[in-house]
């Protein structure tokens, strides 16, 4: 009963710091520093749930096996994601390791884990952002995301170095498991979009991986991060990652409870997290300046270094096996930071449009292949954004003999449409690099095809201010939608499920008119 409490609790505490612009973790971590102090007359302590650390420990094997699922190599065998993340790695813990030694007197074995610790950027809130901005799939959000996986690659490696642990003879049978890897994929495919596909998630990262790793002497964590990676190529991985998401979370705050439950943090503890704070923008200006070195513009270089300007669960959770004793220094450290990363990424695009004239002269003059201005060529007419309604709209223009080139936002679409032999290139719409770059001197027409609505409402704006004056087209799933798009220039707007029941009555009609 107590521990359904806890989790009320931490309800409560989340939707305030939602509430007010802070990720909800803030006020889980919270619920659980003042469950801490209120202890004694509760009745609470750390080691009085034993299901606390149960859902603790199996949020961190679903969030390693929804990482794992993203492991595709064609996303991190780039020199801007493993080398930005192995050099920022070794920087970082370089610089932050003597200021640990000598401001806090901790040994250097616990120093250098710190600074480890410390050099991780957080995956749950970056992914988060960048989802709510829906950038995951823009340049700069695969080159964070990549760098954020082999992040947690390393941790892995660090924990289970320092945690010492030996596994036995059987622990060989490990290199067997990618002969698995059609069974799990058959099994993937007969699970279905529902409650199968949930469980068949569950099990392999909390059972099969988790479970059967432990009992052969190997990280628990290791293993529910290799069934994810094996799953990786499927096509149905997002979804399946996907469908994990929210029951993750739910288990990550049991996590992030039991670290507040421990104790409240001392006057050490808040001094160690405030002198770590300070060294926050030299995390984020390192990042700035590695992904220069690797030949990105100044503007995805920006935007990726905000979304890692900050600090990790992940930290924590190398602490809570490797380094208790600097738990809770660590767990208020990495809150503290949240409260800056947050603000700072819902103001990242309107900050680097202030910072622009500064940061582009930093520029490499090579620029990266993905980052290349973009000609249109001969087109007439050009498609923005790839998915179900952008390909009928193509297909349809195309049969009437029109020139047609498109445009999309995801690399994994671009792919698809060149497969299917479609004219199309990677772009992402909200980029004001690529608008300045753009060069579609004989197009007449441009029809938006987005999914989101803010994506068309910049498209369009974007499109007069460049001096585009030829028909603009879009569709949108609400009236008040239409109304802005065409208020920011558009020609056209139609409602995507008014066209839709109109075709099909159009449908009926053809069909019934023989008999009239």
Known sequence: MIEASWIAFAFVLGLVARSIGLPPLIGYLGAGFALAAAGERIGVGPDDSEILQHLAHLGVLLLLFTVGLKLKLSNLARREVIGGSLLHFAISSLLVLPAVVFIFDASWRDSLLIAVALSFSSTVLA???LEGKRELKAFHGRVAIGVLIIQDLIALVVMSLAAGQVPSPWALLVFLLPLL??????????????????LLGLMLALVVGGVGFESVGLSSELGALAFGAMLAKHKRATELSNSLWAIKEVFLVGFFLQIGIRGLPDSDAMIFAAVVALLLPLKGVLFFFLFL?????ARSAFLSATSLTNYSEFGLIVASVVLPQWLTPLAVAVALSFVVSA?????SHPLYDRLARRLIPLERNIRHPDEQPVSLGAAQILVMGM??????AYDHLQGKGFRLVSLDSDPVMVQRNLTEGRNIFFADA???MFWQTLEMNQVKAVVLAMNDAEAKIISTTKLRDIGFTGLIVSHAMYEDIAERIQAAGADRTYLTMTEAGTGLAENVARELQPDA
């Open 387 to 392: 998915g179900r309604t952008g390909r009928a």
């Open 293 to 297: 070195g690797f030949r990105l513009r």
């Open 430 to 432: 909200e980029d004001q």
């Open 343 to 347: 603000q700072l990424n819902r103001l």
């Open 127 to 129: 992914a988060k952002v």
């Open 181 to 198: 890897r059609p069974l799990l994929f058959r099994l993937l495919d007969h699970s279905g979009h529902e409650e199968l596909l949930v």
